[in-house]
């Protein structure tokens, strides 16, 4: 009877984690698209705006949305830097239901100054309903 008591009081948890790491996945599957469309400031649209914001990158920790989103504007000021810009998200771990850990590959092929590419690591918070990257750690 308490295993039947606990799977009942489970299931919920666990269905919202599953419709969180698939929404999770959907903002970075659009960031994605954006990048590749080159509209940076829609791509940034998925991070907290707000000074709490971390980018901490191989140059250090830039603090802040609008640091942030002019670091992008900065290292690829164009189309060809930007390149074609792909994840491969390898895990997704949410916790306590407003927060999640991500951990991935990113590349961009970038067929005249050749492709770059490295591991990232998110924190993603639940705010107003939506999922925003608050740390991002990138090499």
């Known amino acids: 009877m308490k295993l039947v008591a606990f ?3 489970t299931l919920p948890i666990f269905a919202q984690t599953n419709k969180d790491v698939s929404t ?3 903002v970075l599957s659009t960031q994605e698209k954006l990048w590749n469309e080159g509209k940076i400031e829609e791509f940034m649209e998925y ?3 707000s000074e709490d914001l971390k980018f901490i990158g191989k140059t250090g920790v830039t603090k802040g949305w609008a640091a ?3 670091r992008y504007q900065t290292s ?6 930007m390149g074609t810009l ?3 998200i390898q895990e997704v771990d949410v916790t306590a239901s407003q927060t999640a850990w991500v951990l991935g590959r990113w590349n961009l092929k970038r067929p ?3 492709d770059v590419g490295g591991y990232f690591t998110l924190l993603i918070k639940k705010i107003d309903g939506r999922w925003l990257v608050v ?3 990138t090499s």
């Open 24 to 26: 999770i996945k959907s």
């Open 76 to 81: 690829y000021p164009n189309r060809e830097t």
């Open 7 to 9: 799977v009942l009081l």
């Open 68 to 70: 942030t989103l002019k």
């Open 47 to 49: 991070y907290a705006k």
């Open 135 to 137: 740390r991002d750690h």
């Open 86 to 88: 792909s994840f491969d």
């Open 112 to 114: 005249s100054l050749g």
